[in-house]
């Protein structure tokens, strides 16, 4: 306690002054100290002390009257334990307790028992992978030494393998919950639905792998390392890029075989009138009808090299293209009642220039080569010749004569041109303009971008899981991660790595004294201002922590 004066000025520009007995207390909602007054004494004019003299003769009489009424105060001594990153775990944190994260796990949690306390843990796992990805193991020590999470500073890797399982046993529940919430707090448009795979492989070589894995498996690599085991993942996202669910499957399962899954799993979760955009990869006939079940549609891509008959047809058919920003387009329609199709044909003029280009430079390459391999009529083809026609590349716009030359395919040539800048989209739904079907379809990039930021800003790889449980788990944790990254990229329009970056910056300093420890943290700067604006969060407490001693 202690004495303060407090000064008021009435309208007349006089001041008056108050004296008052005051005491500071740690107010932990607000994160800060507050001043509570307890006994005004009056106006400093007007202040009867000899009354405060009386008290403080009352309060020394009370103590020990031998010893002096003044002594100097001992000096708190303060020691610099060190400092922690904080900015990123506190956005985090805020945004996992917006989205009620915490508290659909602690419901998931009802009457179970843990050593830990396992949501606490999950938080844990999920800012890792979106702050500084590493192992089970390595997190130990990132939690304990790095960053600021005081509930995780005594963690171990049992614990965190204990928690892998919890979030694997509730997997259907918790991405059910969370996209329930999700929806409803940011109001998210579900009238589109994108859908996609990728894979991502394991670093071991498949002689090292135990005969009974059924899960890690050679497969169609899109990472272009067939020579490894892999698993597929899939994803469902919204128009705006925020992944609502994904799938984890064996390395060798074909995109064809997934959709059936894909939709059964997604039915129930009230998403209403859901257009499905899939790639060319999922357009079979079969997955196309089981995407209409339950009133839904799709918007999907064919390949326009495809031996469909109607494909052919369409692509063949004349008509006006029209403008659309940077496009042109031309509706097709094929066949009548029962067997009609739907088709939208565009094309971009830059890209089919590009590519018109990058065939003729091909082409003059490939004309360079046929003169230097010297051909003779029926001859025995040399190696250098061999090489030629089996060339990815040049070896496409050749055809052999009957006396065993090669020559230029003037008719692949001409064929290869009907596609330049082309796509072909096929819609299930005629209430959609041709332009609104485009522009779905070109929205696609949205997974693209998820399973970019999955493999290179949350690495989901190296895996260094073998069980098939504990990889499966792995994924959901990047998912979660990936969840509050595409949160935070929207609300701020900026890409995760700079809001990292700049997020890092923000520090907690640990520093003990006499009395006790305290947690301080740094300035908050412009740029992590307008971060912290930009996603509706406040800024961090001042002392986000302060334990006095005993």
């Not at 009395?515 to 908050?524: L, P, W």
Request: charged share 35%.
């Amino acid at each position: 306690m202690y004495i303060r004066t407090s000064s008021r000025t009435n309208k007349d520009g006089s001041k008056v002054t108050y004296v008052q007995l005051a005491h500071n207390y740690w107010d932990k909602q607000a994160g800060c100290s507050k001043t509570k007054i307890i006994h005004s004494f009056g106006r400093e004019d007007e202040l009867d002390r000899e009354a405060l003299e009386r008290l403080v003769v009352s309060i020394r009489r009370y103590l020990n009257p031998d010893q002096p009424l003044f002594k100097e105060k001992e000096t708190d001594d303060c020691s610099f334990l060190g400092v922690k990153d904080y900015g990123g775990t506190y956005v985090l944190e805020q945004l996992w307790q917006r989205l009620g994260l915490d508290t659909i796990i602690k419901r998931l949690l009802k009457d179970r028992s843990y050593e830990k306390d396992v949501e606490r843990l999950l938080f844990t796992m999920v800012a890792n992978r979106a702050l500084d990805p590493s192992s089970k193991l390595a997190i130990e020590e990132w939690a304990k030494e790095d960053v600021y999470i005081p509930e995780a500073e005594d963690i171990s890797v049992h614990n965190l393998y204990r928690t892998m399982d919890f979030l694997l046993e509730h997997k259907e529940e918790l991405e059910k919950e969370v996209y329930i919430s999700i929806a409803h707090l940011l109001n998210l448009e579900v009238d589109l639905l994108f859908f996609d795979t990728t894979s991502t492989y394991f670093e071991v070589q498949p002689p090292e792998a135990p005969e009974e894995d059924e899960f890690r498996m050679l497969g169609y690599s899109k990472d272009k390392r067939p020579d490894l085991l892999q698993m597929v993942i899939g994803l469902a996202v919204t128009r705006d890029g925020i992944p609502i669910k994904s799938w984890v499957w064996p390395g060798n399962t074909p995109d064809m075989s997934v959709i059936k899954e894909v939709k059964d799993d997604l039915t129930g979760w009230k998403l209403g009138r859901i257009i499905s955009v899939v790639d060319a990869g999922f357009s079979s006939e079969d997955n196309l009808r089981y995407l209409q079940r339950a009133g839904g549609h799709y918007i999907a891509a064919e390949k326009l090299r495809s031996d469909k008959s109607e494909v052919k047809e369409a692509l063949s058919k004349r008509g006006r293209f029209k403008e659309f920003g940077n496009l042109k387009l031309k509706e097709i329609t094929v066949n009548e009642g029962e067997a009609r199709k739907r088709y939208v044909l565009a094309q971009n003029p830059k890209e089919a220039e590009r590519q018109k280009i990058q065939r003729e430079e091909i082409i003059k390459e490939t004309q360079k080569r046929l003169k230097e391999i010297k051909q003779l009529p029926n001859k025995e083809h040399t190696k250098a010749i061999c090489e030629l026609r089996s060339h990815a590349v040049y070896g496409k716009y050749l055809r052999q004569l009957k006396d065993g030359r090669l020559k230029l395919d003037k008719t692949k040539i001409r064929e290869e041109a009907k596609y330049d800048g082309k796509f072909l989209i096929r819609t299930s739904d005629d209430s959609l303009s041709a332009e609104d079907v485009v522009h779905g379809y070109k929205q696609l990039v949205q997974i693209e971008s998820s399973f970019r930021s999955i493999k290179h800003t949350l690495k989901i790889r190296p895996v260094y899981h073998r069980l098939e449980d504990r990889i499966r788990s792995h994924v959901l944790l990047v998912w979660l991660a990936l969840l509050l990254v595409r949160i935070s990229e929207n609300n701020t329009e900026m890409s995760w790595n700079k809001i990292r970056r700049e997020l890092s910056r923000i520090k907690v300093g640990d520093f003990i004294f006499n009395s006790g420890r305290v947690f301080q943290t740094s300035q908050i700067t412009k740029k992590q201002s307008e971060i912290l604006s930009g996603l509706k969060i406040e800024h961090p407490p001042r002392y986000p922590k302060i334990e006095s001693k005993p």
